[in-house]
C-alpha cells in the first residue's frame, strides 16, 4: 500500500525521477522516466541506473554517485541519455541523497527533463551543429564517423567532395566543433555566391582608400578566421587569380591585404568544398594541380542519398520530429504508400530536398500520417518501386526490410501491435523480422 501511494505521487510528477539504493540499482520509475527512456516500469526496477539511461556520464562521472559520495545535490546538469530506440537525448538532471526517519542515507534520487525542444530551438538559432547530428545507418558514412574524430583533431586542410544537399557545411561544422580550435571562429565563405573581384577582397581584407568605397579597413575572413577555421564552399568556382593568392597563403600563412604592402600572417584551418569533381578540373586545366594538392591533404566524399536509401526512413522520422517541436503538431509518421513514393525518387537535391518535401508536408497535411497526396506533385509521379529503375538500387529484401521497419517504428516497436496492422500472425512476423535482419530496441526484443 506505501509502495502504491508512493508510485501515485511520484506519476502524478512531469519531471522523470527514480531512486536507487546504495547499488545503485532502481528502487522507484516514475511514467515521466517511462515516457522520457521508453522504458517500461516493470523492466527498469532492480536494474543499474546505468544500464537504464545509459548516460555518457555513468562510468566515470556518475552524478549519483557523486551525490553519494559528497552528501551534495548536483542541479541542472545537462547530459545526454540513449533510449530504448537508440536515440540521443539531452536531458537536465537533479540528483539528492535519501535519508530514512533517523538520518541514514538509503539510497539517492535524480530527477531528469528532457530538454530536446530547448537544444533543437538553440541549435536553430545559433546554426551551431556537431557530430551527433549526423544521421545515418550506411556502412560508408558509418566508416567516416569512425575517422571522423582523429581528422578534427589534426590541423591537416580538408577537401569535402559531395553533390549539393548531401552536409558538406553541416560536416564541415562537426569538424570543427570536435577540433582544438572549437573556442575559435569557423569563418564560412561561399565563393561561389560572389564575383571574384569582391572574394579576394572577402578573403583578404583591404585598407581604407585601397578603391573608391574602401572607407575604412577591413579585416577579412582570413583575419577573422585566425586560431580558428575557415570553410571555403565551392572551392571549384574561384578564378586561377584567387587560386594562386590562396596557394600563397596555404603554403607560407601569409597574404597581403588590398592596398597593403606589409603581410598578415595567419593561422587557420582550411577546410573546402565542392560539388564538383576538382580532379577533372585540374586535368582540364581550370584548377590548379598544385592548389589541389594543397587543399587535399584529407579528402572526404560524402555519399548522394540514393546511394544510401536505407537512410531515407531514420531521417523522415527525424525531421517529422523536427518540424513537430518547430510548428507544435503531433504527426506521427508516414503511411506506406507515401514512403514507398520517396523511397523511389532520385532526390537530386538529396538530404536538403528530403527535408524541404518533408516541410511541404507538414503545410498540407491536417492528420497524424503523412500520405501520398501530401507529397509535391514532383514526387508523387516518380515510378512505382517495382519498376526496373527502381531495382537497380536496392534489392526487394531490402524494400521489405523498410517497409516492416517503416511499421514497427510507428507501432513504438510493439511486434503485437505491428502484426495486427499487417493481419499476419505475430510468429509470421518474428520470423520476417529474423529473416530480414531487423534490429530491435533491446528493450522489445522480449515481446
Given at each position: 500500500m506505501v509502495e502504491k501511494k508512493r508510485d501515485l505521487i511520484l506519476d502524478s510528477i512531469a519531471d522523470?525521477?527514480?531512486?536507487?539504493?546504495?547499488?545503485?540499482?532502481?528502487?522507484?520509475?516514475?511514467?515521466?522516466?517511462?515516457?522520457?527512456?521508453?522504458?517500461?516500469?516493470?523492466?527498469?526496477i532492480g536494474q543499474l541506473c546505468k544500464d537504464v539511461l545509459k548516460a555518457e556520464i555513468c562510468e566515470k562521472d556518475c552524478a549519483i554517485r557523486q551525490t553519494l559520495t559528497t552528501g551534495q545535490p548536483v542541479v541542472n546538469k545537462t547530459v545526454h541519455i540513449v533510449n530504448a530506440e537508440g536515440q540521443r537525448i539531452?536531458?537536465?538532471?537533479?540528483?539528492?541523497?535519501?535519508q530514512d526517519r533517523s538520518g541514514n542515507v538509503v539510497g539517492a534520487v535524480e530527477t531528469f527533463r528532457d530538454i530536446s525542444v530547448v537544444e533543437t530551438l538553440k541549435k536553430e538559432i545559433s546554426r551551431?551543429?556537431?557530430?551527433?547530428?549526423?544521421?545515418?545507418?550506411?556502412h560508408r558514412m558509418h566508416d567516416l564517423f569512425k575517422i571522423l574524430p582523429d581528422i578534427s583533431q589534426s590541423n591537416a586542410t580538408i577537401l569535402i567532395e559531395g553533390e549539393s544537399g548531401t552536409g558538406k557545411e553541416l560536416l564541415a561544422k562537426a569538424i570543427h566543433q570536435?577540433?582544438?580550435?572549437?573556442?575559435?571562429?569557423?569563418?564560412?565563405?561561399?565563393?561561389?555566391?560572389?564575383?571574384?573581384?569582391?572574394?579576394?577582397s572577402e578573403f583578404f581584407g583591404y585598407k581604407a582608400g585601397a578603391f573608391t568605397d574602401a572607407k575604412r579597413d577591413n579585416p577579412g575572413r582570413f583575419k577573422l578566421a585566425d586560431k580558428g577555421t575557415i570553410f571555403l564552399d565551392e572551392i571549384g568556382d574561384i578564378s586561377?587569380?584567387?587560386?594562386?593568392?590562396?596557394?600563397?597563403?596555404?603554403?607560407?600563412?601569409?597574404?597581403?591585404?588590398?592596398?597593403?604592402?606589409?603581410?598578415?600572417?595567419?593561422?587557420?584551418?582550411?577546410?573546402?568544398?565542392?560539388?564538383?569533381?576538382?580532379?577533372?578540373?585540374?586535368?582540364?586545366?581550370?584548377?590548379?594541380?598544385?592548389?589541389?594538392?594543397?587543399i587535399n591533404v584529407m579528402r572526404i566524399e560524402l555519399p548522394p542519398l540514393r546511394e544510401r536509401k536505407e537512410d531515407i526512413p531514420l531521417l523522415i522520422e527525424h525531421f517529422i520530429t523536427h518540424f513537430n517541436l518547430l510548428q507544435t503538431?503531433?504527426?506521427?509518421?508516414?503511411?506506406?504508400?507515401?514512403?514507398?513514393?520517396?523511397?523511389?525518387?532520385?532526390?537530386?537535391?538529396?538530404?536538403?530536398?528530403?527535408?524541404?518535401?518533408i516541410e511541404h508536408t507538414f503545410i498540407l497535411c491536417k492528420k497524424d500520417l503523412i500520405e501520398r497526396q501530401h507529397l509535391p506533385e514532383s514526387v508523387r509521379q516518380v515510378p512505382?518501386?517495382?519498376?526496373s529503375k527502381y531495382?537497380?538500387?536496392?534489392?526487394?529484401?531490402?524494400?521489405?526490410?523498410?517497409?516492416?521497419?517503416?511499421v514497427l517504428r510507428r507501432n513504438q516497436w510493439n511486434r503485437i501491435q505491428t502484426a495486427k496492422e499487417l493481419g499476419i500472425h505475430k510468429s509470421t512476423l518474428f520470423r520476417k523480422i529474423k529473416s530480414l535482419g531487423i534490429v530491435l530496441p533491446n528493450h522489445k526484443r522480449s515481446h
Open positions: 522523470g525521477v527514480f531512486t536507487v539504493d546504495h547499488d545503485w540499482r532502481i528502487t522507484s520509475f516514475n511514467h515521466a522516466a517511462e515516457m522520457i527512456t521508453g522504458v517500461e516500469r516493470s523492466e527498469a539531452p536531458i537536465s538532471i537533479s540528483t539528492a541523497v535519501l551551431s551543429y556537431g557530430f551527433e547530428d549526423f544521421i545515418s545507418k550506411n570536435l577540433s582544438l580550435r572549437k573556442n575559435k571562429r569557423l569563418v564560412v565563405v561561399n565563393c561561389g555566391a560572389l564575383p571574384d573581384t569582391l572574394l579576394e586561377p587569380a584567387l587560386q594562386i593568392r590562396l596557394l600563397r597563403v596555404l603554403q607560407e600563412g601569409t597574404y597581403e591585404p588590398l592596398g597593403s604592402v606589409e603581410s598578415c600572417r595567419t593561422d587557420v584551418r582550411v577546410i573546402t568544398a565542392t560539388n564538383r569533381h576538382l580532379q577533372d578540373l585540374v586535368r582540364e586545366g581550370k584548377f590548379r594541380e598544385d592548389l589541389y594538392y594543397r503538431k503531433q504527426i506521427q509518421g508516414m503511411t506506406d504508400d507515401a514512403l514507398a513514393c520517396l523511397m523511389s525518387y532520385d532526390f537530386p537535391g538529396n538530404i536538403r530536398e528530403l527535408k524541404n518535401i512505382p518501386p517495382h519498376s531495382s537497380e538500387v536496392m534489392t526487394f529484401k531490402d524494400v521489405e526490410a523498410i517497409f516492416l521497419t517503416n
